[in-house]
């Protein structure tokens, strides 16, 4: 994948590009947390697992003896 960014076209491989997608949205969660929390309210958990639950991605099949 060809990709342009500061100072010119760079090369990239698709795990690269999928790790820096991923690394983004840990940011942008821890960055919620902070700001809920510093108006003194609990933080919302917003980790994949809990919306893969919530919109139903995750789907219990049975339970583990």
Known sequence: MLQEGRGGVYEIQGGLMLAQTIHHSNVHREQICAIVTS??????DVSGWRFGKE??????????A
């Open 39 to 44: 108006l003194g309210l609990e933080a919302p």
């Open 55 to 64: 919109t139903g991605r995750i789907v219990p099949q049975r339970a583990l």
